[in-house]
C-alpha cells in the first residue's frame, strides 16, 4: 500500500514530468528553429533532363508572441539561402484560432514573405485560416480573403484553382494551385448544400493546355485520392504532422485519413504527395514529435 508521504513524492514526481514536457513541447519544439527535411526524387510523368529545387513554406501561422514577423524573417532568409528555383507557400498564414495569440495585420505579413526570392519566383495557396480569419470573406464569400489581397499587393504570385507554365533550361512544366477546401466550415453559404471548400480540381487541371509534368499545390492533404495521374506531384501542409505525438498516436490529427497523410513523402499506386509539417502551431502553441520544418524537394 502507497504511504501518504509516498503518495505525494509521485505525485511531485508526475508533476514535474508534466511541466518538463510542456516546456519542451512549447520552448524547444514549438518555437524551435525549423529543420531542414530534403527529399530526392523522381516523380512518375516527369521530363528527363527537367531538374528542379522547390523549397517549401507551410502553416506559418502567424501571431503576437509565438510567431513573430522578426521570426518569421528569419525563416525567409533561411529559405532563400538553399538554392531553390521556386519556394512554394502553402497556405496558412495568419492564426484563426484567438486563444493562440493576437492576429497579425495582413499587409505586414506579406511585406514581410515578399523577402523571399526566388529564380522562378515565389507561389502560393491559402488554407482554412486564411479564410476563416478573412471577415470580408465570412461577410461576403465572393471576395478575396484579405491575406490574398495583400499577397497581391506584395507581387506574391497566388493561384486558387489556376495553374501557370513556367520553364527551367527550356524544359516546361506546369504548376497548379487548389483552391481551400475547409474555406466553409464556420458558415453556411446561400446556395450552397455542404459546408466544403472553394476547391474545384476538375477546373483547375482544365487550365493545364498541354503534356508538360504538372506539380499541384492543395493545403489539405486530403485531397490526394482524388488527383489523377496526370498530376505528377502533389504538395500539401495543414496537418502540423500531428502537432502532438505520443508514442505515434496524434489525438489532434486533422485528416479524415488520420495519421495516412500526417506528413513526409507518401507514394500511393505510384503516384507521389509531400506533406510538410509546417512552422506554426494552432489552438496551443506545443509541438510534440513535429519539429517545424522547412521542405526541399530535389526532384529529377
Request: charge should be neutral.
Amino acid at each position: 500500500m502507497i504511504t501518504r508521504r509516498g503518495f505525494f513524492k509521485l505525485a511531485a514526481t508526475a508533476f514535474a514530468s508534466a511541466a518538463a514536457l510542456l516546456g519542451y513541447g512549447t520552448v524547444a519544439e514549438a518555437m524551435g528553429t525549423p529543420r531542414i527535411r530534403t527529399y530526392t526524387f523522381t516523380p512518375p510523368g516527369w521530363t528527363t533532363g527537367l531538374k528542379l529545387r522547390l523549397v517549401l513554406l507551410s502553416d506559418i501561422h502567424t501571431t503576437k508572441r509565438w510567431m513573430e514577423l522578426d521570426r518569421v524573417a528569419g525563416i525567409c532568409d533561411t529559405a532563400n539561402s538553399l538554392g531553390g528555383d521556386m519556394i512554394l507557400l502553402l497556405g496558412d498564414y495568419v492564426n484563426a484560432m484567438p486563444k493562440l495569440g493576437v492576429p497579425l495585420p495582413e499587409d505586414d505579413i506579406a511585406a514581410c514573405l515578399s523577402r523571399l526570392s526566388a529564380p522562378l519566383g515565389i507561389h502560393a495557396i491559402l488554407g482554412n485560416h486564411d479564410y476563416w480569419q478573412s471577415w470580408n470573406f465570412a461577410s461576403d464569400p465572393r471576395l478575396m480573403p484579405k491575406i490574398g489581397h495583400a499577397f497581391e499587393k506584395a507581387g506574391i504570385s497566388l493561384l486558387i484553382n489556376d495553374a501557370r507554365r513556367l520553364e527551367k533550361d527550356g524544359r516546361p512544366f506546369w504548376l497548379a494551385g487548389l483552391g481551400d477546401q475547409l474555406a466553409f466550415i464556420f458558415q453556411h453559404t446561400p446556395g450552397r448544400k455542404t459546408r466544403g471548400g472553394v476547391d474545384d480540381l476538375p477546373a483547375t487541371l482544365e487550365k493545364i493546355v498541354d503534356d508538360a509534368p504538372v506539380i499541384l499545390m492543395a493545403h489539405e492533404p486530403d485531397v490526394f485520392p482524388d488527383v489523377p495521374d496526370r498530376v505528377s506531384l502533389t504538395l500539401s501542409g495543414h496537418t502540423h504532422g500531428g502537432q502532438v505525438n505520443i508514442f505515434g498516436w496524434s489525438p489532434a490529427m486533422n485528416s479524415r485519413f488520420g495519421t495516412r497523410y500526417r506528413g513526409g513523402h507518401i507514394v500511393e499506386n505510384g503516384r507521389h504527395l509531400v506533406v510538410s509539417r509546417g512552422l506554426g502551431c494552432t489552438e496551443i502553441p506545443f509541438r510534440l514529435g513535429a519539429w517545424p520544418e522547412i521542405v526541399v524537394l530535389d526532384i529529377g
